[in-house]
Protein backbone atom coordinates (compact mmCIF):
# COMPACT_ATOMS: atom_id res chain seq x y z
CA UNK A 1 0.00 0.00 0.00
CA UNK A 2 8.33 5.87 -0.76
CA UNK A 3 7.29 7.38 1.15
CA UNK A 4 8.84 8.59 -1.94
CA UNK A 5 5.23 6.80 -0.96
CA UNK A 6 4.89 3.41 0.13
CA UNK A 7 7.06 6.34 -1.58
CA UNK A 8 1.92 1.30 -5.63
CA UNK A 9 -0.29 3.48 -5.42
CA UNK A 10 1.96 8.22 -6.34
CA UNK A 11 3.98 7.52 -9.51
CA UNK A 12 1.88 4.75 -9.88
CA UNK A 13 -0.34 5.10 -6.25
CA UNK A 14 4.56 5.36 -5.71
CA UNK A 15 1.11 3.17 -7.83
CA UNK A 16 1.62 0.93 -5.80
CA UNK A 17 -0.66 4.40 -5.59
CA UNK A 18 1.59 3.44 -5.29
CA UNK A 19 3.54 5.29 -8.16
CA UNK A 20 -0.60 6.94 -8.64
CA UNK A 21 -0.21 8.38 -5.42
CA UNK A 22 2.95 9.78 -4.29
CA UNK A 23 4.25 10.89 -8.20
CA UNK A 24 1.09 11.44 -9.72
CA UNK A 25 -1.17 8.55 -11.94
CA UNK A 26 2.05 8.30 -14.55
CA UNK A 27 3.19 5.55 -16.22
CA UNK A 28 6.66 6.05 -15.08
CA UNK A 29 8.22 3.76 -12.81
CA UNK A 30 8.29 4.24 -8.42
CA UNK A 31 11.17 7.29 -7.86
CA UNK A 32 12.95 4.63 -6.18
CA UNK A 33 13.94 2.37 -8.98
CA UNK A 34 14.22 5.06 -11.89
CA UNK A 35 17.54 4.74 -11.87
CA UNK A 36 17.76 1.28 -12.61
CA UNK A 37 16.47 1.82 -16.34
CA UNK A 38 18.33 2.40 -19.31
CA UNK A 39 18.59 5.83 -20.05
CA UNK A 40 16.64 6.75 -23.59
CA UNK A 41 18.21 9.80 -24.89
CA UNK A 42 20.95 11.82 -22.69
CA UNK A 43 23.61 9.88 -21.02
CA UNK A 44 23.32 9.69 -17.27
CA UNK A 45 25.37 12.63 -15.06
CA UNK A 46 28.47 11.77 -13.43
CA UNK A 47 26.51 11.37 -10.20
CA UNK A 48 23.97 9.24 -11.67
CA UNK A 49 24.30 5.25 -11.41
CA UNK A 50 24.59 3.19 -14.49
CA UNK A 51 21.66 1.39 -14.85
CA UNK A 52 23.03 -2.28 -14.10
CA UNK A 53 24.75 -0.78 -11.12
CA UNK A 54 22.90 -2.56 -7.41
CA UNK A 55 20.04 -0.99 -6.54
CA UNK A 56 20.78 0.68 -2.71
CA UNK A 57 18.80 2.30 -0.25
CA UNK A 58 20.47 5.59 0.73
CA UNK A 59 21.71 6.10 4.45
CA UNK A 60 19.59 7.45 6.81
CA UNK A 61 20.49 10.86 7.98
CA UNK A 62 21.22 10.20 11.44
CA UNK A 63 23.02 7.11 12.83
CA UNK A 64 21.00 4.46 14.73
CA UNK A 65 22.56 5.41 18.15
CA UNK A 66 21.66 9.24 17.71
CA UNK A 67 17.94 8.36 16.33
CA UNK A 68 17.87 6.05 19.47
CA UNK A 69 18.98 8.50 21.53
CA UNK A 70 16.41 11.37 20.29
CA UNK A 71 13.24 11.98 22.24
CA UNK A 72 10.06 10.28 21.09
CA UNK A 73 6.22 11.04 21.45
CA UNK A 74 4.70 7.92 23.37
CA UNK A 75 1.82 8.03 21.08
CA UNK A 76 4.10 7.71 18.34
CA UNK A 77 6.67 5.35 19.71
CA UNK A 78 3.19 3.17 20.73
CA UNK A 79 2.00 3.56 17.51
CA UNK A 80 5.09 2.97 15.14
CA UNK A 81 5.32 -0.45 17.66
CA UNK A 82 2.16 -1.43 16.82
CA UNK A 83 2.45 -0.78 12.57
CA UNK A 84 6.02 -2.74 12.86
CA UNK A 85 4.26 -5.35 14.54
CA UNK A 86 1.43 -6.16 11.99
CA UNK A 87 3.21 -7.14 9.33
CA UNK A 88 3.46 -10.72 9.54
CA UNK A 89 0.20 -11.78 9.08
CA UNK A 90 -0.50 -9.61 6.16
CA UNK A 91 -1.43 -10.68 3.12
CA UNK A 92 -4.16 -9.13 1.34
CA UNK A 93 -6.02 -6.06 1.55
CA UNK A 94 -8.65 -4.02 -0.31
CA UNK A 95 -9.95 -0.59 -0.17
CA UNK A 96 -11.75 2.21 -2.43
CA UNK A 97 -9.66 4.68 -3.28
CA UNK A 98 -10.02 8.62 -4.05
CA UNK A 99 -6.75 10.62 -4.86
CA UNK A 100 -6.55 14.23 -5.35
CA UNK A 101 -4.23 16.13 -7.19
CA UNK A 102 -3.61 20.07 -6.67
CA UNK A 103 -0.71 21.40 -8.96
CA UNK A 104 0.56 24.48 -7.54
CA UNK A 105 1.88 25.81 -10.79
CA UNK A 106 -0.72 25.57 -13.19
CA UNK A 107 -3.66 25.89 -10.87
CA UNK A 108 -5.08 22.44 -12.13
CA UNK A 109 -6.89 20.15 -9.68
CA UNK A 110 -7.38 16.74 -10.37
CA UNK A 111 -9.67 13.89 -9.00
CA UNK A 112 -9.33 10.01 -9.34
CA UNK A 113 -11.82 7.04 -8.10
CA UNK A 114 -11.51 3.49 -8.11
CA UNK A 115 -10.24 0.16 -6.08
CA UNK A 116 -6.92 -0.99 -4.62
CA UNK A 117 -6.06 -4.77 -4.51
CA UNK A 118 -2.70 -5.94 -2.88
CA UNK A 119 -1.70 -9.54 -2.45
CA UNK A 120 1.15 -11.75 -1.03
CA UNK A 121 0.97 -14.82 -2.73
CA UNK A 122 1.57 -17.92 0.00
CA UNK A 123 3.20 -19.78 -2.67
CA UNK A 124 5.78 -17.38 -3.95
CA UNK A 125 5.69 -14.90 -1.46
CA UNK A 126 5.39 -12.60 -4.40
CA UNK A 127 4.05 -9.32 -3.48
CA UNK A 128 1.71 -7.36 -5.82
CA UNK A 129 -0.26 -4.02 -5.98
CA UNK A 130 -2.61 -3.52 -8.53
CA UNK A 131 -4.52 0.00 -8.76
CA UNK A 132 -7.53 0.78 -11.01
CA UNK A 133 -9.22 4.10 -11.98
CA UNK A 134 -12.10 4.62 -13.33
CA UNK A 135 -12.86 8.19 -13.57
CA UNK A 136 -11.43 11.36 -13.80
CA UNK A 137 -11.91 15.11 -12.52
CA UNK A 138 -10.39 17.84 -13.59
CA UNK A 139 -11.20 21.24 -12.88
CA UNK A 140 -14.74 20.15 -12.54
CA UNK A 141 -15.20 18.25 -14.96
CA UNK A 142 -16.11 14.81 -14.83
CA UNK A 143 -14.98 11.55 -17.48
CA UNK A 144 -15.17 7.68 -16.94
CA UNK A 145 -11.32 6.56 -17.81
CA UNK A 146 -10.40 3.08 -16.72
CA UNK A 147 -7.05 3.14 -16.00
CA UNK A 148 -5.19 -0.02 -14.65
CA UNK A 149 -1.76 -0.15 -12.66
CA UNK A 150 -0.14 -3.08 -11.86
CA UNK A 151 3.31 -3.87 -9.95
CA UNK A 152 4.59 -7.11 -8.65
CA UNK A 153 8.51 -6.09 -7.46
CA UNK A 154 9.61 -6.61 -10.87
CA UNK A 155 7.16 -5.74 -13.51
CA UNK A 156 5.40 -2.42 -13.96
CA UNK A 157 2.25 -3.05 -16.08
CA UNK A 158 -0.35 0.28 -17.02
CA UNK A 159 -3.35 -1.04 -18.93
CA UNK A 160 -5.24 1.82 -21.27
CA UNK A 161 -9.30 -0.55 -21.36
CA UNK A 162 -10.51 3.11 -23.63
CA UNK A 163 -7.41 2.82 -26.19
CA UNK A 164 -6.93 -1.39 -25.33
CA UNK A 165 -3.70 -0.55 -24.93
CA UNK A 166 -0.87 -2.91 -22.95
CA UNK A 167 2.25 -1.71 -21.57
CA UNK A 168 4.56 -3.97 -19.42
CA UNK A 169 7.80 -2.43 -18.26
CA UNK A 170 10.65 -4.45 -16.20
CA UNK A 171 11.73 -2.36 -13.65
CA UNK A 172 14.48 -4.45 -12.30
CA UNK A 173 17.19 -6.90 -13.50
CA UNK A 174 15.63 -10.49 -13.71
CA UNK A 175 15.95 -12.14 -10.19
CA UNK A 176 15.81 -9.32 -8.63
CA UNK A 177 12.45 -7.60 -6.85
CA UNK A 178 11.33 -4.29 -4.63
CA UNK A 179 9.10 -4.58 -1.85
CA UNK A 180 6.08 -2.49 -2.54
CA UNK A 181 5.81 -2.02 1.13
CA UNK A 182 9.39 -1.15 2.02
CA UNK A 183 10.75 2.27 2.74
CA UNK A 184 12.97 3.67 -0.10
CA UNK A 185 11.49 0.78 -2.60
CA UNK A 186 8.20 0.77 -3.24
CA UNK A 187 5.75 2.97 -5.52
CA UNK A 188 3.70 2.96 -2.29
CA UNK A 189 5.86 3.24 0.78
CA UNK A 190 4.01 3.70 4.35
CA UNK A 191 5.69 2.31 7.01
CA UNK A 192 3.18 -0.59 6.75
CA UNK A 193 5.30 -3.30 9.38
CA UNK A 194 8.71 -1.43 9.10
CA UNK A 195 11.26 -1.61 11.36
CA UNK A 196 10.64 1.74 13.89
CA UNK A 197 14.28 2.30 13.33
CA UNK A 198 14.08 2.63 9.62
CA UNK A 199 11.29 4.96 10.25
CA UNK A 200 12.96 7.59 12.29
CA UNK A 201 15.97 7.66 11.06
CA UNK A 202 14.91 8.59 7.67
CA UNK A 203 12.16 11.22 9.44
CA UNK A 204 10.90 13.35 12.66
CA UNK A 205 7.30 12.10 13.31
CA UNK A 206 4.78 13.84 14.97
CA UNK A 207 1.07 12.89 15.99
CA UNK A 208 -1.52 15.15 14.16
CA UNK A 209 -5.28 15.35 13.76
CA UNK A 210 -7.75 15.09 11.05
CA UNK A 211 -7.54 17.87 8.60
CA UNK A 212 -10.75 20.29 8.95
CA UNK A 213 -11.24 20.13 5.18
CA UNK A 214 -10.50 18.19 1.79
CA UNK A 215 -10.91 14.88 0.81
CA UNK A 216 -9.70 13.50 4.58
CA UNK A 217 -12.06 15.45 6.48
CA UNK A 218 -14.21 12.60 7.59
CA UNK A 219 -11.87 10.46 8.92
CA UNK A 220 -12.78 9.12 12.21
CA UNK A 221 -11.51 6.36 14.31
CA UNK A 222 -7.79 6.75 12.96
CA UNK A 223 -4.76 7.81 14.57
CA UNK A 224 -2.47 10.20 12.61
CA UNK A 225 1.50 10.89 11.89
CA UNK A 226 3.51 13.83 10.44
CA UNK A 227 6.59 12.56 8.88
CA UNK A 228 8.84 15.53 7.76
CA UNK A 229 12.02 14.05 5.77
CA UNK A 230 15.24 14.18 7.59
CA UNK A 231 17.99 17.03 5.81
CA UNK A 232 20.22 14.68 3.47
CA UNK A 233 17.92 12.32 2.76
CA UNK A 234 16.25 10.98 -0.73
CA UNK A 235 13.08 11.94 0.95
CA UNK A 236 14.03 15.49 1.64
CA UNK A 237 14.64 16.25 -2.07
CA UNK A 238 10.98 15.82 -3.13
CA UNK A 239 8.87 16.22 0.50
CA UNK A 240 8.29 18.51 2.69
CA UNK A 241 6.44 16.38 4.78
CA UNK A 242 3.21 13.06 4.35
CA UNK A 243 0.87 12.98 6.60
CA UNK A 244 -0.61 9.11 7.27
CA UNK A 245 -3.59 8.21 8.97
CA UNK A 246 -3.90 4.29 10.07
CA UNK A 247 -7.43 2.89 10.79
CA UNK A 248 -7.31 1.85 14.40
CA UNK A 249 -9.30 -1.60 13.41
CA UNK A 250 -7.23 -2.68 10.86
CA UNK A 251 -3.67 -0.87 10.87
CA UNK A 252 -4.22 0.37 7.41
CA UNK A 253 -3.82 3.72 5.67
CA UNK A 254 -6.98 5.54 5.55
CA UNK A 255 -5.81 8.49 4.39
CA UNK A 256 -2.28 10.10 3.13
CA UNK A 257 -1.53 13.75 2.28
CA UNK A 258 1.96 14.26 0.47
CA UNK A 259 3.22 18.01 0.35
CA UNK A 260 6.16 18.10 -2.13
CA UNK A 261 8.87 20.74 -2.60
CA UNK A 262 7.36 21.95 -5.89
CA UNK A 263 4.41 23.11 -3.40
CA UNK A 264 2.04 20.27 -4.96
CA UNK A 265 0.41 18.14 -2.85
CA UNK A 266 -1.49 14.69 -3.15
CA UNK A 267 -3.82 13.02 -1.27
CA UNK A 268 -5.16 9.89 -1.25
CA UNK A 269 -8.22 8.55 1.38
CA UNK A 270 -9.03 4.99 0.90
CA UNK A 271 -12.14 3.53 2.08
CA UNK A 272 -13.88 0.38 2.90
CA UNK A 273 -11.01 -1.13 3.91
CA UNK A 274 -10.34 -5.00 4.17
CA UNK A 275 -7.24 -6.74 5.92
CA UNK A 276 -6.69 -10.39 4.87
CA UNK A 277 -10.06 -10.27 2.85
CA UNK A 278 -10.59 -13.72 0.87
CA UNK A 279 -9.64 -12.53 -2.86
CA UNK A 280 -11.98 -13.55 -5.13
CA UNK A 281 -10.81 -14.77 -9.04
CA UNK A 282 -12.26 -11.25 -10.30
CA UNK A 283 -10.23 -9.62 -8.03
CA UNK A 284 -7.08 -11.92 -8.83
CA UNK A 285 -8.02 -11.19 -12.35
CA UNK A 286 -6.76 -7.84 -11.65
CA UNK A 287 -3.13 -8.76 -10.37
CA UNK A 288 -2.55 -10.67 -14.35
CA UNK A 289 0.40 -9.30 -15.79
CA UNK A 290 -0.12 -11.52 -18.67
CA UNK A 291 -0.56 -10.01 -22.05
CA UNK A 292 -3.67 -9.76 -23.88
CA UNK A 293 -5.04 -11.25 -27.18
CA UNK A 294 -2.87 -9.29 -29.42
CA UNK A 295 -5.68 -9.25 -31.91
CA UNK A 296 -7.43 -7.40 -29.31
CA UNK A 297 -5.24 -5.11 -27.57
CA UNK A 298 -1.91 -3.13 -28.66
CA UNK A 299 0.87 -4.77 -26.57
CA UNK A 300 4.17 -3.26 -25.71
CA UNK A 301 6.39 -5.03 -24.10
CA UNK A 302 9.88 -3.32 -22.21
CA UNK A 303 12.21 -5.85 -20.93
CA UNK A 304 15.20 -5.00 -18.74
CA UNK A 305 18.20 -3.46 -20.65
CA UNK A 306 21.62 -2.94 -19.14
CA UNK A 307 23.24 0.26 -19.79
CA UNK A 308 25.38 -0.48 -23.12
Known sequence: MCLRLNLMLINFLYPVLVWMFMHGCAASPPAAVVQAQPPTSAPASPTTPAANEPIALPEPALPAEAVAAAPIDPAVDALLSKLEASAPDLIAFT????????????????????????????????????????STIVNNVKRKAQKHYIFNGRWLVEVDHDQKQFIKREIVPPGETLDPLKLGEGPFPLPIGQPKSEV?????????????????????????????PRPGTAEAEDYTSVDLFYDRDTLLPAGIIARQTNEDVKTVRLKDLKRNPNLGDSQLKKLDI???????????????????
Open 200 to 228: LARFTVQPIEVPMEGLLKDLKEVDGLRLT
Open 95 to 134: ATIGYDKEEAILQRTERRTGELIYRMDAATKEKAFAVLFN
Open 290 to 308: NDPDPRQWKIDVQRWKAAE
